[in-house]
């Protein structure tokens, strides 16, 4: 059938509209837009990362648990501080997937599977990784891909409609129509592989540069590249490659290229590479890197007061580049990525079955936690307290074990635990949520009061934080306060995906004959500011009940369960 210029005109705007590796959405998530028809302004990439995260969390796709978001939240401003631009604002964020994979979206929003930690074997391939997104974001390649779309486009298209034409007088049948068109569709995929190739070079190549900067191994990125190619070259049988592998192409090419940019790093601040240190008993610890530039970077501390210190001390009491907090983030992750809590306890019991030897304190930390969820408080207790004697101030197993006492019934204990946690660590944000989670689980007006007054120190930076919002609504009502209980209600429901059902409970709040002028100032400007993402979904045809249909986990309560 001969092709028309609409088909022709058709066809070269879907090519064009439809990026790359792109995954599927859930069923009914929005199309929020593309950068590809206009470039955006700073202030529109922000908004429009907000509102990815927030369908992210309507469809309980993130990780929503206090102590991994402060690890990777600390771990990427660490590397942020280092990088090109240090001054542009930045969001990092874990999916539950175990698929490995991470992406970097508009307004500086990072994300990466939980896979990605559960295979990388350090911190710093995790840093190398997130390096290299972070790159993609301070080198404006969202914006410089829609930039070259809109250049490509018409010189293709006119290419396209001259070969039609041309086609059209000797094909009646339109075969070589068809051909022509599907030429000018394959050049125009072409050129879009070719500039994310170029884009992938520019990531590596600045990303390394960070990574060794931020007191990293650099070599890192090249063995996680070496390794997903392994699994490339392994897939056999049907086997599925990784997600990773096909939104991030890795070759020998680029692996090779990775090292030499690591070596040359290595040769020009010191040449020493690696070399081995001591623990303070004299015994031989992991070898670390001596880069010049890394060890200015962890003595001097980080760049802002409130980015994390580099010099925690490993599980195994090495000194080491990295947080220390690796290997019970990736325990963690387990545990939150798994099917459900039972099947993460099944799946400590193979791993300690197959490989006694390797099951590690990391390991037992894990199970211990994921049994504890499970409602076996004793022998959660058997397994965090021999931890908790050989790792002292370690403040994730402590608040394990106020947990724990708390899921017990061991409310005096549990109170005493997180007292001492909150004396250490009085703005630690994994802490306190936990710590008024249990207190509102007591249900009585003092208990949410107290929950009130943990709170509060997390007041004014909670405006964006979906967790706090639910933590502090729950409270405010035990204590009685049913206006800010209402105003926080809210917020949970926008911060989740739900912004009509916000805008209605607002509403109706506004309603009340009791609101004081702060009250009601402070209700009629969320109204205001809610408003138009509602009157935007609803012209998308996105109706309140779609907003219904994610799955019917509860992230927000995960880590306290």
């Known amino acids: 059938m001969p092709v028309s210029l609409r088909q022709l005109v058709l066809c070269v705007g879907l090519a064009l509209t439809v990026p790359l590796g792109a995954q599927e959405l859930p069923s009914g998530l929005p199309d929020i837009g593309s950068s590809a028809g206009e470039l955006l302004s700073p202030a529109q990439e922000q908004l429009y990362g907000e509102m990815t995260l927030r369908e992210l969390r309507h469809y309980q796709l993130l990780v929503e648990d206090p102590l991994i978001e402060a690890y990777v939240q600390n771990l990427g401003f660490r590397l942020v501080a280092r990088s090109e631009r240090p001054q542009q604002p930045f969001t990092f964020f874990t999916l539950r997937s175990r698929d490995i994979n991470a992406f970097a979206t508009l307004g500086g929003y990072i994300g990466m599977n939980a896979g990605l930690l559960l295979t990388a074997q350090s911190e710093d391939e995790v840093a190398a990784v997130l390096a290299h997104e972070i790159s993609h974001v301070t080198q404006r ?59 992938e070079h520019e990531a590596d190549r600045i990303g390394i540069q960070t990574l060794a900067r931020a007191g990293y191994e650099p070599l890192a990125m090249a063995d996680f590249f070496a390794r997903m190619e392994r699994a490339m070259r392994g897939n056999q049988g049907g086997w599925q490659a990784p997600e990773y592998l096909r939104t991030h192409p890795v070759s020998t090419t680029r692996i090779s290229e990775a090292k030499d940019r690591a070596n040359k790093l290595h040769a020009r601040h010191g040449g020493a590479g690696r070399s081995c240190v001591k623990r303070a008993d004299g015994s031989e610890a992991e070898c670390v890197l001596t880069l010049a530039d890394a060890l200015e970077t962890r003595s001097a501390g980080p760049l802002n007061p409130l980015l994390p210190a580099s010099l925690a001390t490993s599980l195994d009491g090495a000194d080491t580049g990295s947080s220390g907090l690796f290997d019970l983030a990736r325990e963690r992750l387990r545990i939150l990525s798994a099917e459900s809590t039972a099947a993460a306890v099944a799946e400590y019991e193979r791993l300690r079955k197959s490989d006694p030897e390797g099951f590690d ?16 408080t004793d022998a959660a207790d058997a397994g965090l307290e021999p931890l908790a004697q050989r790792h002292p101030g370690l403040h994730w197993i402590d608040l394990a074990l106020a947990e724990n006492d708390h899921r017990a019934g061991r409310r005096v204990q549990a109170e005493q635990r997180y007292d001492r946690l909150l004396a250490t660590l009085p703005r630690n944000r994994a802490v306190i949520l936990s710590y008024a989670h249990s207190l509102s689980e007591y249900g009585t007006v003092e208990a949410g009061r107290r929950a009130q007054d943990v709170l509060r120190p997390l007041l004014g930076e909670g405006a964006n934080d979906a967790a706090f919002q639910q933590g502090f609504a729950r409270a405010s009502e035990l204590a009685g306060d049913l206006i800010r209980a209402g105003e926080a209600y809210a917020e949970t429901a926008y911060l989740s995906g739900r912004p009509e059902d916000a805008l209605n409970q607002l509403t109706r709040l506004k309603q009340r004959d009791d609101l004081d002028y702060y009250q009601r100032a402070r209700i009629d400007a969320r109204i205001a500011a809610i408003t138009p993402t509602v009157l935007e979904l609803r012209r998308r045809g996105l109706r309140p009940e779609d907003q219904q249909n994610g799955a019917q986990r509860q992230p927000l309560a995960m880590a306290f369960r």
Not at 361 to 376: E, F, M, N, T
């Open 361 to 376: 304190d990391a390991k037992r930390y894990g199970l211990a936690v994921a049994q504890s969820w499970l409602g076996q």
């Open 141 to 199: 390649h969202v914006l410089r891909g829609a930039e070259r779309a809109q250049k490509d486009a018409l010189p293709i298209m006119l290419g396209m409609l001259g070969a039609l034409i041309a086609a059209q007088q000797v094909d009646a049948d339109g075969d070589a129509s068809q051909a022509a068109i599907m030429s000018g569709l394959a050049l125009m995929q072409q050129r879009q592989i070719n500039y994310t190739r170029s884009n």
